[in-house]
């Protein structure tokens, strides 16, 4: 089998209502009209794979690469959990409109109706005009009888928790929290690897085709957390060239990194593949190691190592975890998201 390395994929660009013309820009590429509402930069997402772009496997689906590589690939915890399976999906979002309000179904409803994942996801705020918003829980305690009726009169925000944010916030959005993405924002969204979303209520707006959107209104009901929370925001501190723990759950962790020097990261012990999320600058990834789980062929010099831009995302698979991290010098310091399943600790 050809030996792994980092990977980077095409660009997978999804047209949408509420999208915006700046996910184009922010990867270096000349700015059009298309209403780009998301990019997705790691998919094994039947529906829109991500594929390799560089070295020998170029071409290739990563839910195709998955399935041949198995534990070289997630990990021997992870595919042992997963089978052949990626677990994630991560995205960047460009919200030039208000997304609809929405929940998302947990794995035993997901399983039971759909025969896949649930979908926890969590957001780390990129840019943000001023006086956007979003919406992440309930503000109250509500009945499934009153949630039907705030539908129905379309008073639903009304009993939503509205946030105000600011670059470099963070939510953590467990399954059944309803929320919403305002307009004015650009997230980096990492998610499991599912497709499933109950949209609720959707401001009576046409969709791309001059027809109204689907909703889900009753699909939603047996999905959703009606409890309150003191907090929905997450807060960490923020340190330079140290991993900052952003959330921390059995269906991922995302780490912040934000460096300007060469950084060392060997990461084989959480038994995982790592994806790197490129928000600012430029850098340069180098694989040090191979750990191969019986096959520990390192890839050739020239796969070794690749160059990681803003608004782009690359995927590290498990048995080549033991990496270097080095800005460009032009760039100053490098922003990063680092997303794995912890193993080790769940």
């Known amino acids: 089998m050809t030996p792994l390395y980092p990977l980077l994929f095409h660009n997978n660009f999804h047209t949408i209502v509420w999208g915006g013309n700046s996910l184009k820009p922010m990867k270096g590429l000349p700015q059009d009209n298309e209403?780009?509402?998301?990019?997705?930069e790691v998919s094994a997402v039947p529906s829109s794979k991500s594929v390799v772009m560089n070295g020998p496997l170029a071409g290739k689906d990563l839910a195709t690469l998955t399935s041949e590589y198995g534990k070289l690939m997630l990990g021997e915890a992870v595919s042992e959990k997963?089978?052949?399976?990626?677990?994630?999906l991560v995205k960047f979002i460009d919200a030039a409109k208000d997304l609809s309000i929405q929940v998302h179904p947990d794995d035993l409803l997901a399983k039971e109706r759909h025969n896949c994942f649930g979908k926890t996801e969590m957001w780390y705020v990129m840019k943000a005009e001023p006086g956007s918003f979003l919406y992440s829980g309930l503000n109250q305690?509500?009945?499934k009888y009153e949630y039907e009726k705030r539908i129905e009169d379309g008073s639903i925000c009304d009993v939503l928790q509205r946030h105000e944010v600011k670059e470099g916030d963070v939510f953590y959005i467990p399954a059944g929290r309803i929320h919403a993405i305002g307009s004015g924002l650009m997230i980096a969204e990492i998610q499991q690897s599912s497709d499933i979303t109950y949209r609720i209520f959707d401001y009576n707006r046409p969709g791309l085709d001059g027809k109204p959107r689907q909703l889900h209104t009753q699909e939603a009901v047996d999905a959703i957390d009606y409890k309150v929370y003191d907090d929905y925001r997450t807060h960490y501190e923020r340190?330079?060239?140290?991993?900052?723990p952003l959330v921390v759950t059995p269906f991922f962790v995302v780490k912040l990194m934000e460096v300007n020097r060469s950084f060392h990261r060997k990461l084989y012990k959480y038994d995982s593949f790592i994806i790197y999320m490129c928000l600012e600058g430029d850098c340069t990834i180098r694989i040090n190691s191979t750990r191969g789980f019986g096959n520990d062929v390192m890839p050739s010099e020239e796969d070794t190592t690749i160059r990681l831009t803003?608004?782009?995302s690359c995927l590290i698979p498990a048995s080549v975890a033991d990496l270097y991290i080095a800005p460009n010098n032009n760039a100053g310091t490098t922003k990063l998201l680092e997303?794995?399943?912890d193993n080790k600790n769940y």
């Open 339 to 341: 997303a794995y399943i």
């Open 82 to 88: 997963y089978g052949d399976t990626f677990p994630l």
């Open 35 to 40: 209403t780009i509402g998301e990019s997705w």
């Open 141 to 143: 305690p509500i009945s």
């Open 239 to 244: 340190k330079f060239n140290k991993p900052v």
């Open 310 to 312: 803003q608004g782009n």
